[in-house]
């Protein structure tokens, strides 16, 4: 299961397509906070079946995408700190109150990045344990959401599995994560392990093992 | 699709509440009290009801006529005790209902911590008094504080001045009050609303309730004025 | 020092020059808190040379008058849920803030009745005993507010001193007043007792010390 | 007499900060971020500062330059690591400023906690990572919480929008952020803002932070832009 070489990968979905499969299962009128990367792709993928609220950390519930070279505003910004826009019945609040949505249980789904999950849904995202330690919103979002959606890679750059028996970086939530989106499989966690709920058309369950440390059933 | 939070008839926006369940209620004296809600649920005829509110009701309109009707066993408020309240007093003076006095800025802050997942904290408030006793206490910097609990409820019965569809909210003056904070401490937040507004003519910095927090909101356009009601001698049903 | 009849009382301040002593001594762009009843006085003698913003607890910075008949406003009312107005530079809050504002230690003063006050400083003013309990905000304001000033008759209507080394009725604080406005004197709670500040002029401090129970010293 | 927190002079409003304060800085990012007021820090050239804010600087301007110039101590933040920050990386590789990392919505409930009284409370976030070593923990409801402490500081430091002579302040957009609760949570909160209304001006129903938790304030009509002060290279003093 160990040491898979980069070059030896199976090409899984790209980033497009992960996007889209998170953005069909977040239901019409959910109030959803997208991670600073990857994550931010989801709001491109909504069908127009339904309304999503986006709410971004420091203080804007209803944020819009990004505004046009001549619409910028340093003073409307996301959590990411780039420029963004306000959607009509959008609202600006204060960092406390901004916080109460999401340690509340107010927001119905974060989806963020993961360096490392564990088979009981223990996250990890913020440190490598190297370098200045910045958490942010991370440890907040994880704690507070309704349902805390991942959306990683399978594995590292160099090729080791992020999804894990047990995470070896500083957690930035124990027991967190509903649902994990690779590029390899959309898995649950449940009490018996990775759920497999759906799997990428080129790979196999019996692969998916390989490139995965814990438990994996379908 | 549209997210549109408004319902059109009082039997649709009341349907979840059930027997049993813990409603908040805002309103601070009449001031933000919302009438119309509560005589709706003196239609629907629910029971065993435990309300949070900081009064327990004036004359026979709105809370009052509710707690009238026997249909509220508990009432957890900071002061039961207004001049023109007249159905609580009945009921407690018989034992027929219970209460529990919580101080008006630890209900509130209670309410607020149930909406912001703050499951307790402390407070000056009530230490060496009655109120305080079976509370644990802790000393910070050399000062005794007690422990409070986050206060929270199936449903928040709320008044207010505008909404759009989203369930974006402003209120009038000081009929804010209780208001803003049990919308996010309520499983579900049910709203009268004065006048409804398009979206887009609600100015995002003076949203007071930010939609997240609201579940349904109904249109209320003259509600009850409570002093007129009660010296009418207004009773309902 | 107890069982003094009403009728052999000496006539003390009224009510009205125990509340201009009380408006006297509230500094310059102080935030003051006036209790529901005899404190709301206060406000009638406010001199010229200071400016005096109001709170009441209901969610109202900057206070003002009762309305003419004409401009009552039910929707903008006092915490005795009376009608009130509201001067340039007030604004509105939820009650979560307003009491922020109390406990938090941002009101300079709150001014309240009594029915007993201990030599320690314990405040009994919101139970009786008897009938339905009631609190209201009296609790959060003792407990929160920088200076606690009491508003009151030196004896009972039954003529008992409500001044006492113990109180008897259900406290709203423990060490929580500051400093007591009474018919008879003004007195700061002190380590050593009550300190008379000021004594009415047609008493003697021994027939204060007849009165009140708890050691006095000038 | 009136009340007139308005100040003329930059001297004048940071007379009182001391050697060795704990000061709130406002602003996310840049958002907010009271520039011209932590400019007036380096002329007046305080030392041993511990800043709690968001973030820790960007470039040479405001916050980064007040690091640069080696007068704070200790920065307690959420997010330490901008992709702008200079000086802030520079002193923390050679072990020269202390930093305390808090997760960002734990910072922001620890001020708001400072301001409401609150000595303490519980919460979610945080538990079974780093950041929860050496915290009590406590079970509510069968789940497991820690407790944190209020935050307090000497001074905060604001950018605002509007104000008039009473303190009351609006803000613009997400420029709101952290300043309105570091008002509430500091001894003084001093407060920069692009424009003086006035108290007639301001609708006390839009008014975010309420006068008795504002100070001084300072009329800093065109404040620097922090994007394009790096962008230009400007560094202060």
Redesign the interface.
């Known amino acids: 299961m160990t040491n898979i070489f980069t070059n030896d990968l199976i090409k899984g979905w790209d980033r497009n397509t992960i996007a889209s499969k998170i953005a069909n299962d977040l239901p019409h009128s959910s109030y959803v906070n997208l991670g600073i990367g990857m994550p931010e792709l989801v709001s491109q993928y909504i069908k127009e079946d339904r309304e999503i609220i986006y709410h971004s950390e420091n203080g804007l519930l209803g944020m819009g995408p990004s505004p046009n070279e001549n619409e910028i505003d340093l003073d409307l910004i996301n959590a990411g700190k780039k420029p963004v826009t306000i959607l009509p019945g959008g609202s600006f609040c204060h960092h406390a109150d901004s916080f109460s949505m999401i340690r509340g249980g107010h927001i119905d789904y974060c989806v963020l990045g993961a360096m490392e999950i564990s088979v009981t849904g223990d996250l990890a995202n913020w440190s490598t344990g190297k370098g200045i330690p910045a958490v942010g919103g991370a440890m907040d979002l994880v704690a507070g959401a309704k349902n805390v959606f991942v959306m990683t890679q399978h594995l590292t750059k160099e090729g080791k599995p992020k999804l894990v028996r047990e995470c070896t970086l500083p957690l930035t939530g124990a027991g967190v994560v509903s649902r994990i989106y690779s590029d390899y499989a959309v898995l649950d966690i449940t009490n018996d392990g990775f759920k497999v709920i759906q799997l990428n058309e080129d790979i196999t369950i019996e692969y998916l093992r390989t490139v995965t440390d814990g438990n994996i059933y379908q | ?3 549109n939070k408004i319902k059109k008839e009082m039997t649709e926006i009341l349907s979840d509440v059930f027997d049993g369940s813990t409603i908040m209620v805002g309103g ?5 009290s919302p009438i119309e809600l509560l005589h709706g649920l003196i239609d629907k005829g629910t029971k065993d009801l435990t309300i949070i509110a ?1 009064n327990s009701g004036n004359g026979r309109v709105g809370l009052g006529a509710l707690i009238g009707q026997r249909q509220v066993k508990k009432v957890i408020c ?5 001049a023109k309240g007249v159905t ?2 009945e009921l ?1 003076n018989k034992g027929e209902i219970e ?1 529990e ?9 209670r ?21 305080a006793e079976g509370k644990e206490e ?1 000393i ?2 050399g ?1 005794k ?1 007690i422990l409070e ?1 986050a206060l929270k409820a199936d449903f928040a019965f709320v008044k207010a001045e505008t909404a ?3 369930g ?1 909210l ?12 049990m919308c ?1 401490a309520a499983d579900k937040s049910l709203v009268q609303v004065k006048k409804i507004l ?3 003519e ?1 100015n ?5 309730t ?4 609201v579940q349904s909101v109904i249109n209320i356009e003259n509600p009850i ?3 007129n009601a009660i010296e009418e001698g207004m009773t309902y049903p």
Chains 1, 3 share one sequence.
């Open positions: 699709m549209q997210i601070f004296g009449e001031a933000g900081n900071s002061f039961a005790r207004s609580f007093p407690y209460l006095v919580v101080p008006q800025g630890t209900l509130a802050e309410i607020r911590a149930a909406g912001s997942g703050i499951p307790g904290f402390y407070t000056a408030t009530g230490v060496g008094t009655p109120l802790k910070f910097n000062k504080f609990e759009d569809r989203y974006n402003t209120y009038n003056k000081t009929a804010r009050n209780f208001n803003p904070i996010m398009e979206p887009s609600m995002p910095e003076h949203v007071i930010p939609g997240i927090f004025i409570e002093t």
